[in-house]
Nanobody
Framework: QVQLVESGGGLVQAGGSLRLSCAAS????????MGWFRQAPGKQRELVAA??????????DYADSVKGRFTIHRDNAKNVVYLQMNSLEPEDTGVYYC???????????????WGQGTQVTVSS
């Protein structure tokens, strides 16, 4: 069974930075798709960033609202996925979920495996 555990969330002022981490209980090399979703209060969960097995240098997808501010990175050797979030805005507030799927394309809309989520709150 795949377990994903997020960490790194918290409260930050607008313009600040946070780095989220997601530690997997199994080798993530088997997961072509690793990513981060978020859910803001009263809104549907949305994809923030996704990355293939090959890593950041190969291919990554980002929501338009975070392009240029967020960076996803995966370390297959350590079974960890990171989300570096810079220039945070109040609109980035929400619960951030780590997600994994053996099929990358499937991760772009949903995922087979989910973490429990970590709260990110950006104050204005």
């Amino acid at each position: 069974q795949v377990q994903l555990v997020e960490s790194g969330g918290g409260l930050v002022q607008a313009g600040g930075s946070l780095r989220l981490s997601c530690a997997a209980s199994v080798s993530i090399f088997d997961m072509d798709g690793m990513g981060w979703f978020r859910q803001a209060p009263g809104k549907q969960r949305e994809l923030v960033a996704a990355i293939t097995r090959g890593g950041i240098s190969n291919y990554a997808d980002y929501a338009d609202s975070v392009k240029g501010r967020f960076t996803i990175h995966r370390d297959n050797a350590k079974n960890v996925v990171y989300l570096q979030m810079n220039s945070l805005e109040p609109e980035d507030t929400g619960v951030y979920y780590c997600a994994a799927d053996p099929i990358y394309r499937r991760l772009l809309s949903s995922a087979t495996y989910w973490g429990q989520g970590t709260q990110v709150t950006v104050s204005s």
